[in-house]
Protein backbone atom coordinates (compact mmCIF):
# COMPACT_ATOMS: atom_id res chain seq x y z
CA UNK A 1 0.00 0.00 0.00
CA UNK A 2 1.02 3.68 -0.52
CA UNK A 3 2.25 5.34 2.90
CA UNK A 4 0.17 9.34 2.37
CA UNK A 5 3.53 10.52 4.43
CA UNK A 6 6.56 8.64 2.94
CA UNK A 7 7.65 12.01 1.21
CA UNK A 8 10.33 13.64 3.54
CA UNK A 9 10.36 17.05 4.20
CA UNK A 10 14.11 17.38 2.90
CA UNK A 11 12.92 15.83 -0.31
CA UNK A 12 10.15 18.53 -0.65
CA UNK A 13 12.30 21.03 0.13
CA UNK A 14 14.69 20.06 -2.67
CA UNK A 15 11.87 20.19 -5.05
CA UNK A 16 10.83 23.46 -3.80
CA UNK A 17 14.51 24.64 -4.04
CA UNK A 18 14.43 23.17 -7.86
CA UNK A 19 11.33 25.40 -8.92
CA UNK A 20 12.78 28.56 -7.38
CA UNK A 21 16.22 28.22 -9.27
CA UNK A 22 14.06 27.38 -12.60
CA UNK A 23 11.91 30.48 -11.70
CA UNK A 24 15.00 32.42 -11.37
CA UNK A 25 17.12 31.28 -14.23
CA UNK A 26 13.68 31.84 -16.33
CA UNK A 27 14.20 35.66 -15.21
CA UNK A 28 17.43 36.33 -15.74
CA UNK A 29 16.64 34.75 -19.63
CA UNK A 30 13.84 37.27 -20.17
CA UNK A 31 15.92 40.04 -18.99
CA UNK A 32 18.61 38.88 -21.41
CA UNK A 33 16.14 38.87 -23.93
CA UNK A 34 14.32 42.37 -23.12
CA UNK A 35 17.89 44.04 -22.99
CA UNK A 36 18.43 42.80 -26.78
CA UNK A 37 15.02 43.70 -28.07
CA UNK A 38 15.91 47.17 -26.74
CA UNK A 39 19.32 47.87 -28.31
CA UNK A 40 17.96 46.13 -31.85
CA UNK A 41 16.87 49.33 -33.22
CA UNK A 42 20.29 50.74 -32.12
CA UNK A 43 21.87 47.86 -34.29
CA UNK A 44 19.47 48.69 -37.36
CA UNK A 45 20.46 52.55 -37.59
CA UNK A 46 24.23 51.40 -37.21
CA UNK A 47 23.34 49.08 -40.51
CA UNK A 48 21.74 51.88 -41.84
CA UNK A 49 24.16 54.51 -41.35
CA UNK A 50 26.99 51.87 -42.86
CA UNK A 51 25.12 51.49 -45.62
CA UNK A 52 25.16 54.65 -46.62
CA UNK A 53 28.40 55.87 -45.80
CA UNK A 54 29.65 53.04 -48.38
CA UNK A 55 27.39 54.52 -50.92
CA UNK A 56 28.34 57.85 -49.88
CA UNK A 57 32.22 56.47 -50.39
CA UNK A 58 32.75 57.56 -46.51
CA UNK A 59 34.35 53.87 -45.96
Known amino acids: MFDRGALEVEDLLKIVLLLVIAILVLEIV ?3 IS ?4 IGPVIAVVIVVLIIAYFLDYL
Open 30 to 32: GEF
Open 35 to 38: ILAS
